[in-house]
């Protein structure tokens, strides 16, 4: 087994840890600051679908919209071909808006190092074991034991995506493929194959993550690949998917070992699926510390505590601003 990362106290970092941090990292500062058809054909998208007040909340709108281009793809009288012209024009944009948030969210960070705040600081050890939902390496400044849950700026890497739902029935990969759990585990198979010299970019980087999409699709999609009962003697790279998707993770971190968790800013709600996994391995926990910002309101804390309740005796607040 591989040297995964654990520690006794695990932060769980979100985007208030770098806003605290005087980086301007939410979805509505980078929408104001970049031009781009890319957002363009997003908000559209939104707006004709009735997502207009926050249509910058890029996650919560994709899931919301995937959905409704799926229900009127398969209700009484759709325009399918039209329907499906909006889902790819979705799916580009979307892809199109990864690049473009990791390109700000570069030139942001690069502004000015991150300092070292006392409040965090009293928490945040060199062995603290970081689940960095942040694209950005802020938390290196407290601890060097970091996990990028969803991809990092230096791997040039993320993901976006909504936590679990019910898929509906027969829904296709390309209705459901930015769903995290399938993004998570197309990242980790994309950290493989770097990890073996393999550039991305290259033809077999290229064919391994096609193939690696196919069997997500086959394995996740209630219509599979379209009949296709034997795809590996179609497809030579798919065997290899096949293979690396029943492997366990190993390179995720082991938080068995956790004693404190701190959560840094991090809103809960994008990523509860994850979050339990987590916590229903964290046998021995005794605290967990939740850091609030004087703007966050009551109903949002107490959101936050609630969640947590159930797997640990002790819920403390802390402030950023202290």
Known sequence: MKNRKSGETVALIGNGFDLNHGYKTDYGSFVNAVRAPALDVFRALCEKYGETETWYDFENNVERLTLKLFRGSVSDGAEH?????EAEALCGSFGRIHLLLAEYLAAETAKHPPEIQPALAKYLSPHTLALNFNYTDTASAYTDNVFFVHGSLKENDILLGYDYRAEPCLAGYEDMRWSKALCREMLRFRRALRSQGITPGSDLFRKRCD??????AAANSARGLDGDAEPEKRIPEYSYAARFANTPDETSPDCSRAKRIIVLGHGI??????????LENCAGLEEVAVFRHTRESDAEHEEKKAFF???????ITEYFEN
């Open 81 to 85: 071909e039209s329907n499906r012209r």
């Open 211 to 216: 193939a690696m999409e196919l069997y997500l």
């Open 309 to 315: 309740a159930p797997y640990c005796g002790r819920i």
């Open 269 to 278: 709600r994008a990523d509860r699926e994850y979050l339990r996994a987590v």
